[in-house]
Each structure stands twice: as structure tokens, then as C-alpha cells.
């Protein structure tokens, strides 16, 4: 390693984690952590729950304040964009004409939402959630007595359904798809979800796309293709996130939903690594299938992963990957990934709901749960379960009766 030292690119969950992690390994050269945000890297999971709630005005949960990064003598540079790889000369270049030399770098440079595109529509108000000041925005929208029109029924936009809810709003949730959380959790548990948003006074549009939408003063006014017309003083755009790669793809990285990362985190140019919600990799677990994830822990273990690959380790990232969303009183949590799973198995009890996730030859793919936060032990050992590539007796693992725990001697 010469003087260049790494520099870390995005100063979110993934590069705030890579950052510290870097020094923690011992690399006592230069660390750079390049922001576009002027914000110190903070947790965005609060963004659509507790900021969203809070009686006063929140402040952001940070994963690493100013003086941390100080203390970790991390040379943060806030508020600027990276808009140029020079791979040659092994320099990133910033907005403001700033060169930073590398000797190893990391793409941590997260997701951004999608927006809602319809030719001749005015959307013009519409809100979206990524960012703390995103979160801000939306939260004086949430008064008593708003109408609030969410389009679509993913993790965020029934999390800020709920909290919408909570702070008396009248809310309508929209969403093209048959039924909510349709990509990432069986109808059994979904059905759970959507009974508890109805009981607490939610409307559901499901199955229905918008055609059309236009601003009547301060109304939005959202036309969906059976013709109907909804009306909302707020408008809350939730339909997924685009991966950072503009960069990456620029400076020639391969890109492949996200940008493409081998095994260990790095990418197409050996001396560039990239994790969190901007890169997809193989997953071992999974047959070597490329995963792009979107989820807080898969930031922490990624960033804290591609530190020491860029420090020269060599172990390959497979763990099990993790998911958790809270809407109102009820926990929700993922882990794994079922995308080849054949069958299911439900266990119900205590209140909490898992469905096991299993391939042809009986392997135990993905445990998905809904209830109270006592599910956390369960799909904990799940996880165990999936990282051993159990093969399991669905019976079992339906029976209640059986301890999960039992079926790690299996
Ligand atoms: C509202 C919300 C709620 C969530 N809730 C949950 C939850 O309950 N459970 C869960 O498991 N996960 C949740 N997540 C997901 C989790 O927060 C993300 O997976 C995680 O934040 C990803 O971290 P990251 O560092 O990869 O990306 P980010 O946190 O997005 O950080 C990337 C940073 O890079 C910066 N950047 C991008 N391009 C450049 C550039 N060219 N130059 C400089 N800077 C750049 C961006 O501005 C950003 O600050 C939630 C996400 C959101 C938005």
C-alpha cells in the first residue's frame, strides 16, 4: 500500500461501517469518505418510523458522527459528488474539480427511489423517502385529518402508511400488483399485514395501475385504469429504489442489476470494491446466484466485509441475508431468500406466524415471519438452519410443538 490509502465513495450505512472498519483491521494509512449528503452517515430504517412519529422535530440516528469520524481520523468530505473514476491514474473525481488518489476504493454509493413516470402527468409535490430531509418533509405532511395517498405496498410504503395512521391521517394505499408485499413475502404472512393496516382504517387500491395524474390547487388528483379518481392533499411516491451505478458504469465497471461484485466485493477492477444496496453479488448459499440486496444489515455486513477484502482478505460474503420491517405492533422478519423455493411449511404460535421456505430436496431457503418481537428467536435459528443448508422435515418444521432449536441436530 502506498500513501494514496482507500477511499470510500457514499457516506451511508455501507461506507460509514467500511470506514471504521478499516481501522479496526489497523490500516493506519488515509482514509477518505467522500458524502454527497452534508449529513454525518446516519440509520435510515428510523426515516419511515420514528422520525415519522416523533412529537418533536427529530434529529437523525447517526451510525457515526462528525467527532467519531475525527476520532477515527477519517477525512470526511461532506456534501460533495463523486462524478469520475480515473481508474489509470487511481483518482476519484469530485464536483468540485477535486482529485482524490486511491490505492484501493469503495462504491457504497446506496439506491435512489424510483420515480413515478406517465406521460402527461403532473406529479409535481409528489414525495418520496430516502433521505432525512426526505423524511422531514413528509412528516409535516402527516397532520390529523390529511388525506394521504401512498402508491405502493412495499416495506416503505406501508411503513409510512402506518405511521401516517398513527398520526391520524386518512390514508389510502395504491398498488398495481394483486396483493401487497408481493416481492418479498408469501401470501400468508401478507395477508397478516394487509388485516392490520385495514383494522387500523387503512384503504387498500390493490390490482389497479394509475394512468393519469394532475394537481387541482393543492390536491392531487390520481386516475387509475378503471377509471376511478383519488384525491389526496399528500402524495407519497414507495415504489422501489434504482442502484447507484452512474459512477461505475461511467469509469467502464461491469454492471448487472447493481454493480457487479465478485464473491469477496470486488468489482470488475480489482483495486475497486462495492457493497450495499448499489452492487449485487453470488451468493454461495444459493447456488452462486447474483443477489442485490436492500436491507440495514446486509449494509453493515457488507461494508464491514469489503474493508477487509480491500485490506487483501480473501473469504468469500455469504451470510445469510436479513430483513426486518415494524408497522405498528407488529415485527416483521426475513431471512434468506426463497426465489427457488419449491414449498412451504407454516409453523403458527404464540401469535407469530413463519413460513419456511423449502427447495425440492427439502433445504431450508428463506424463514419469513410476522408477529411479535419473540419471533426474533425463531428466525434466528432459522438463519442457522440456512447457513447449514438443512434439509428439514416440513412437518417439523410446522409442528410447533417441535423446537426449532432441535432441528439444528438434526
Ligand atoms: C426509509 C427507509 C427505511 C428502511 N427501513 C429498513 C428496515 O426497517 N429494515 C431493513 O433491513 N432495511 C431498511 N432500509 C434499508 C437500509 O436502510 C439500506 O439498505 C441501507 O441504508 C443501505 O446502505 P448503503 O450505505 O448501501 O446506501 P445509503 O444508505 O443509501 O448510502 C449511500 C450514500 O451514498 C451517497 N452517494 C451516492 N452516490 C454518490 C456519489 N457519486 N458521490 C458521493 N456520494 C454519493 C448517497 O447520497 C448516500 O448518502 C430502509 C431504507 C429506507 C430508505
Known sequence: MNAFGMVIVGAGETGARAAEQLREQGWTGKITLVGKEKEAPYERPPLSKAALL??????????????????LNV?????????RIDRSAHAVHLEDGRAVPYERL???TGASPRRLAMEGADLSGALCLRTFA?????????????????????FIGLEVAASARERGCEVTVLEVGPRILMRV?????????????RRAGIAFKLGTGIVGAAREGAWHAIKLADG???????LIVGIGAAP??????ESGLAIDNGIAADERLATSDPDIFAAGDCCSFPHRLYGGRRFRLEAWRNAVDQGIHAAKSMLGETAPYEAVP???????????????????ATSTATRQSAGNTIVFHQDGAGRLLAASGVGAPSLAKDIRVSEMLIARQAVLDPAKLADPDVKLKSLLAD
Do not use: K
Open 54 to 71: 416523533a412529537e418533536e422535530t427529530p434529529t437523525p440516528v447517526y451510525v457515526a458522527r462528525e467527532e467519531r469520524l475525527g476520532e
Open 244 to 249: 447507484e451505478t452512474a459512477l461505475a458504469a
Open 106 to 108: 469503495l462504491l457504497a
Open 134 to 154: 426526505d423524511a422531514l418533509a413528509i412528516r409535516e405532511r402527516l397532520v390529523p385529518g390529511n388525506r394521504v395517498l401512498i402508491v405502493g405496498a412495499g
Open 75 to 83: 477525512d470526511w468530505i461532506a456534501g460533495s459528488v463523486a462524478v
Open 185 to 197: 413475502l408469501p401470501p400468508e404472512i401478507a395477508a397478516i399485514v394487509e388485516e392490520r393496516h
Open 322 to 340: 436479513w430483513f426486518w420491517s415494524d408497522q405498528y405492533d407488529l415485527t416483521l422478519q426475513v431471512a434468506g431468500l426463497s426465489h427457488d
Open 228 to 234: 376511478e379518481v383519488l384525491r389526496g392533499d399528500t
